[in-house]
């Protein structure tokens, strides 16, 4: 027990800081998206116009949870119980594989391996940690609940149901550092399955059977297939149904005992699916420093451009439909005309779903930084760096890499936005606000590429968690402050938030001049003090 718990104190230790930011920052966006709705859907009335013009138009449900009636609290899950689920499910992916297949990469489980501790006892200490990381969020988003006056069982139900979705994905990111040799492939797979279940889970929604009111859905089979469909089942506020949260809790355990099991029968280092052969020779393109450094992150690159590519073509086939909405619905028309100044609902949707572009474009860019971390702690940077190869160029070699990515995924999204309009037969006079708007988002994400820069050079151990915990941080500024009723300088914050936006025939340049300042003032500072700062491979 005493070895137990040392390894157990050991992973709350490293991880309090991470465990705090995002169990915290969970229950302050549940705590945030209650008085944002009280200010915006004050009436029964305005939730049930709402709900019925969702409804009506289930493809709007693919990005929202799952109506459950018109009541304050039931609303309020509905509007955001999807993104408090996501959030526990990737702070449990990457905490799972962090002390996992992560530890076995930097050593530490050697380390622990030649000790008296028991072969799979570092896996059961990480998953118990995982599993009070997530008895926290549920404690705290609950706790956000009854802070703002909802009854007790649903708010109680709510946050467990977020927490328990949690500890599913927990058992993901455990079963996928068991399943692949690197922290970078398992944290590939244990994300994809994020993404794949959760779009799932919309779709179940979007093609249920609505109620005869119009307030209230029953997902159809696919929903079931999904732990966020479980989640959103539980229906807080309304039937307060337990058994969706306990079925989650159970399958988050048995993906956790395998995982034990198959580390207790695998070698240190060694994985259930074998890696690709690479070639015996590198082929004559991967000749320079730039071309190693796209070899390593064009996975990634490709990855989110084709997120991308989905979140063009979406922008504009859905813009006729929110058109039709907004129309029926005040609140929604108004939130629209904030996010698009004083343009049209098409072009404000189009806005918004280009708002999110630039968090995918941001997390492609983060990615490709964090990569050159990686590369520096793992101790496969200095081999390069002993060659006539700088610093200075090194780290200069991942901002353009990093610049080409962000390009690539707005390229992407315009290239949908196009197939949308096409497929629509609808206003090519769109395409401005597109081009507008996807041009805006390449110079916000940039923002993000040169600040993780920084944080590389002068802090590299927090270089990964202060660039994840940034995106993360303008998502919300930039995605639910509207929504929130943020006042307007907290917005202002996010990059992606002050962007150019066309009003009406104009353009709104907004805070363009200042991104640029920043992109400029960002990657001189990085690639400067880059020339002074020795490697860091222990951190």
Not at 144 to 149: E, M
Not at 474 to 496: C, E, R, T
Request: some cysteine.
């Amino acid at each position: 027990m005493s070895r137990f718990l040392a390894l157990l104190g050991q992973r709350l230790r490293r991880d309090w800081l991470q465990v705090a930011l995002w169990t915290v920052g969970t229950a302050l966006l549940a705590y945030s998206s209650y008085i944002g709705v009280a200010d915006t859907y004050g009436s029964e009335q305005d939730r049930t116009s709402l709900l019925a013009a969702a409804l009506a138009n289930p493809v709007i449900l693919l990005f929202r949870g799952l109506p459950s009636g018109a009541d304050e609290g039931a609303f309020m899950v509905f509007l955001i119980f999807p993104w408090l689920a996501i959030l526990a499910a990737f702070m449990s992916t990457f905490l799972a594989v962090r002390h996992t297949r992560g530890d076995e990469e930097a050593g530490r489980a050697e380390l622990i391996a030649a000790t008296p501790a028991a072969r799979s006892l570092p896996i059961i200490a990480t998953a118990v940690h995982g599993v009070l990381a997530n008895l926290l969020l549920a404690a705290l988003t609950a706790g956000a609940f009854l802070a703002v006056g909802l009854d007790a069982e649903g708010s109680l139900l709510a946050g467990s149901a977020a927490g328990a979705v949690g500890v599913v994905f927990l058992g993901v990111g455990l079963l996928a550092a068991q399943l692949l040799r690197t922290s970078r492939g398992a944290n590939s797979l244990a994300v994809w399955t994020v993404m794949v279940t959760f779009v799932l889970a919309g779709i179940g929604n979007a093609i249920g059977t609505p109620s005869d009111d119009l307030t209230s859905m029953e997902s159809s089979w696919l929903a079931w297939l999904s732990p966020f469909g479980w989640g959103e089942n539980t229906r807080a506020f309304d039937e307060n149904l337990w058994w969706p949260a306990l079925l989650c809790l159970g399958v988050g355990i048995a993906l956790a005992a395998t995982s034990i099991a198959l580390a207790s029968v695998r070698d240190l280092g060694g994985s259930f699916l074998a890696e690709r052969l690479g070639r015996g020779a590198a082929s004559a393109a991967l000749s320079t420093p730039m071309a190693l450094v796209w070899r390593l992150t064009r996975g990634a690159v490709i990855g989110w451009a084709v997120g991308g590519l989905l979140t063009g073509v979406l922008s504009t086939s859905l813009a006729s439909i929110v058109q039709d909405v907004g129309a029926e619905n005040p609140a929604v028309e108004e939130i629209l005309k904030q996010i698009s100044g004083e343009g049209s609902i098409e072009q404000g949707t189009v806005t918004t779903f280009f708002t999110m572009l630039g968090v995918l474009a941001a997390c492609c860019a983060v990615q490709i930084v964090c990569r050159a971390r990686q590369e520096e702690a793992h101790g496969t940077a200095e081999p390069l760096l002993a060659a006539p190869v700088g610093r200075v160029r090194w780290l200069a070699d991942y901002l353009v890499v990093g610049l080409v990515g962000i390009v690539l995924v707005i390229a992407a999204a315009i290239g949908g936005a196009a197939i949308g309009i096409a497929g629509q037969d609808g206003e090519w006079d769109l395409m401005t606000t597109v081009l507008v708007t996807g041009a805006g988002q390449v110079a916000a994400a940039s923002v993000f590429l040169v600040v993780t820069a920084l944080a590389f050079v002068l802090a590299p151990r927090l270089t990964i968690p202060l660039g994840w915990t940034l995106v993360l941080v303008a998502m919300v500024l930039g995605l639910f402050g509207p929504l929130f009723q943020f006042p307007d300088w907290l917005v202002d914050l996010s990059p992606i938030a002050v962007t150019p936006t066309v009003d009406g025939t104009d353009v709104d340049l907004r805070g363009l001049w200042w991104l640029l300042l920043a992109v400029g003032a960002g990657a001189a500072a990085s690639l400067t003090l880059m020339r002074r700062r020795e490697l860091a491979a222990a951190g």
